[in-house]
């Protein structure tokens, strides 16, 4: 068919249809696009992907560096080498949300189109309602997610299982299995629906049979193949199964043993209070239409009994995207049901599942209006911009070190790594660190302190700041730009300094020749320990202008309280890093005076007995 004849065949409503996907696909994309650019994005989630999908389209398939060594170890999802010829048009992880919100909006749109011509009103009110729904829109800013290549595969195989058109619902099928692993318990419920309610044995024995095997065989057949680092030792079974239900046991016949002696094991999970709720919070937005067509809504019921009897509340309580892929197949469901009522039964249903739907979106969703002027998840900063066009001038071919929220904007190379994983040797050339963002995997107070060790180190030279945001550069040995040796009592020695300003609002560089009120002076201080000492002294800086006035000051004990001084071995060479604020405008006659005094007050005098030194702004 032409594009010319396609378009003379739109109807109005086509149309309208066609916008309100657009608009969906349009918001979300815009949605989840701010989202990354504001840095609300991680390794685990989005990089990993990105990294397998964009270095499939360079000729090494599936490869990752973050966690696993290949992408389909820990999930076999084959389907994502799809995505691959689109880096080649168009290289950018963004494509990869926008992709997203593409196929969750489609696959309610084939509900549309398959009542397009016998129920129209029907199709458009259905699709409606999906696209309001909360789990709709929780899966879709829950970054990249492969489930959802296998929502849209789900429901295109529903769309051709209701026209009788198997082979290619069969194509369906196999998409959504290629996505995610569990799409299989779908499979089966296809199978039975083809069975007894179809009565097409031939057909659905076949798909019974694929489904089930496919649960057994890729967890614990196929996954440890590939060498995944979830198999747990001694063939004792699968870890994620593991985790997920270790409450029946470690292995297949482990918990097949634990199943035929005690069939009511997993009652205990699904019958939890808060897990009937979330079925419940999951169902009502729907006004329960779907019960309208029970044996098509019952084919997901083995999906929703594994999510319901894991030990995992999250998959228990129906959170995060685990349930997005009985999102299609409640509101095909629905679809159906109401296609069965006379017109006035079918109006009045309309009507309960559009109110139901908005009722739903207005109180759950997690962009509903009230929760608009604090959506600051989508709000990108000068600092993002700043930090995002830092990240660019990274090499392409460095292997990388960083954060995880910096990771998805630097996982277009053969090698990166999420801080602090990452193999010691070689060392990588860059690290990359933000003491503002989130710290994940490792605590707060972990994360300070490695990041500490890395600063008062002298194997990475600090390449560039942005106020928290800091690129390290591997050096081996850094030494400090200017020279200027100064020994402190017998203790310590000053060998050297490095100055660094930013203006407000602006990254570290040389420092000007006026410095702007509310500019940050960084001074880093490289230590050498003569003797050890039971004493921590503290070392201070103070800034004076010409006239001797003190301008901004900044004690403490060495690196941040990393490098205490009475822990500190003879011959340890550190870097000590202090920040100042000057608050108002100041010249390049600026100096600063550095020394160091003891628990009592008393200052270490240098071997001039001078109780600090001097050292100039400039050079």
């Known amino acids: 068919m032409s594009m010319k004849r396609l378009l003379d065949d739109l109807r109005p409503m086509d149309w309208f249809a066609i916008g309100v996907l657009l608009i969906y696909v349009a918001g979300f994309s815009w949605m989840t696009i701010r989202q990354h650019e504001s840095f609300q994005t991680n390794a685990l989630d989005l990089a990993k992907f990105d990294q397998a999908i964009w270095n499939t389209a360079q000729g090494r398939p599936y490869k990752i560096s973050l966690i696993q060594q290949s992408i389909v170890q820990s999930h076999f999802s084959p389907i994502l080498a799809i995505y691959a010829p689109l880096y080649w048009l168009w290289p950018d992880i963004r494509l990869l949300l926008i992709l997203q919100s593409v196929c969750l909006a489609a696959a309610g749109f084939l509900i549309y189109r398959f009542f397009r011509d016998s129920a129209p009103w029907l199709g458009?009110?259905?699709?409606?309602?999906?696209l309001m729904h909360p789990t709709l829109h929780h899966v879709n800013l829950s970054e990249f997610r492969r489930v959802t290549t296998a929502v849209l595969g789900t429901s295109a195989a529903l769309y051709?299982?209701?026209?009788?058109?198997?082979?290619?619902?069969?194509?369906?099928?196999?998409?959504?299995?290629?996505?995610?692993?569990?799409?299989?318990?779908?499979?089966?419920?296809?199978?039975?629906?083809?069975?007894?309610?179809?009565?097409?044995?031939?057909?659905?024995?076949?798909?019974?049979?694929?489904?089930?095997?496919?649960?057994?065989?890729?967890?614990?057949?196929?996954?440890?193949?590939?060498?995944?680092?979830?198999?747990?030792?001694?063939?004792?079974?699968?870890?994620?199964?593991?985790?997920?239900?270790?409450?029946l046991g470690r292995s297949p016949v482990e918990m097949l043993r634990t199943l035929l002696r005690s069939p009511s094991a997993p009652l205990a999970y699904i019958l939890r209070p808060k897990r009937l709720k979330a079925v419940l919070r999951f169902s009502w937005?729907?006004?329960?239409?779907?019960?309208?067509?029970?044996?098509?809504?019952?084919?997901?019921?083995?999906?929703?009994?594994?999510?319901?009897?894991?030990?995992?509340?999250?998959?228990?309580?129906?959170?995060?995207?685990y349930p997005a892929l009985l999102l299609p197949l409640i509101y095909w469901a629905a679809a159906v049901g109401v296609s069965r009522l006379h017109d006035h039964w079918r109006a009045a249903a309309l009507i309960v599942l559009l109110v139901a739907a908005t009722a739903g979106y207005v109180t759950l969703s997690e962009i509903r209006p009230e929760r608009w002027p604090a959506m600051t998840r989508f709000r990108v900063t000068e600092h993002h911009r700043q930090v995002e066009l830092a990240l660019r001038e990274v090499p392409e071919e460095a292997v990388v070190v960083a954060q995880d929220p910096l990771v998805p904007h630097l996982s277009h190379r053969e090698h990166i790594y999420l801080f602090p994983?990452?193999?010691?040797?070689?060392?990588?050339?860059?690290?990359?660190?933000?003491?503002?963002?989130?710290?994940?995997?490792?605590?707060?107070?972990?994360?300070?302190?490695?990041?500490?060790?890395?600063?008062?180190?002298?194997?990475?030279?600090?390449?560039?700041?942005i106020d928290s945001f800091i690129i390290f550069r591997y050096g081996e040995e850094v030494r400090p730009a200017w020279e200027h040796s100064a020994r402190f009592g017998k203790h310590f020695t000053l060998e050297g300094y490095d100055i660094a300003a930013a203006p407000p609002g602006k990254a570290f560089g040389a420092v000007p020749v006026q410095l702007p009120a509310g500019s940050k002076?960084?001074?880093?201080?490289?230590?050498?320990?003569?003797?050890?000492?039971?004493?921590?002294?503290?070392?201070?800086?103070h800034a004076m202008n010409q006239d001797a006035r003190l301008l901004a000051q900044h004690d403490g004990w060495p690196a941040d309280a990393h490098r205490p001084t009475s822990v500190l071995p003879c011959g340890t060479v550190f870097r000590d890093v202090h920040y100042l604020t000057l608050p108002q405008t100041a010249?390049?006659?600026?100096?600063?005076?550095?020394?160091?005094?003891?628990?009592?007050?008393?200052?270490?005098?240098?071997?001039?007995?001078?109780?600090?030194?001097?050292?100039?702004?400039?050079?």
Not at 289 to 301: K, T
């Open 124 to 130: 458009l009110s259905v699709f409606l309602a999906y």
């Open 421 to 465: 994983w990452f193999p010691a040797n070689p060392p990588p050339e860059y690290i990359i660190l933000d003491r503002e963002m989130r710290t994940y995997p490792v605590e707060r107070p972990a994360y300070r302190t490695l990041f500490h060790n890395l600063l008062a180190g002298t194997a990475y030279e600090i390449d560039q700041q």
């Open 285 to 321: 937005p729907t006004g329960f239409l779907f019960l309208l067509a029970p044996e098509v809504a019952l084919f997901g019921l083995p999906f929703l009994g594994y999510l319901l009897a894991s030990n995992s509340d999250a998959m228990g309580q129906l959170a995060a995207w």
């Open 160 to 247: 051709c299982l209701f026209k009788r058109r198997y082979g290619a619902m069969v194509l369906g099928l196999t998409v959504a299995l290629l996505s995610k692993e569990n799409a299989a318990f779908l499979v089966v419920g296809t199978g039975l629906y083809l069975i007894f309610v179809h009565a097409e044995p031939s057909t659905g024995l076949p798909v019974l049979l694929v489904g089930a095997a496919w649960l057994v065989l890729v967890p614990f057949v196929v996954l440890p193949a590939l060498g995944t680092p979830q198999f747990l030792p001694h063939n004792t079974g699968y870890s994620l199964a593991g985790k997920y239900f270790s409450y």
């Open 521 to 541: 002076v960084r001074l880093s201080l490289f230590w050498h320990v003569d003797q050890p000492t039971d004493e921590n002294y503290t070392v201070f800086v």
């Open 587 to 619: 010249s390049s006659n600026v100096v600063l005076h550095v020394g160091l005094y003891d628990s009592k007050g008393d200052r270490l005098l240098t071997q001039e007995n001078q109780v600090s030194v001097t050292l100039p702004l400039h050079r």
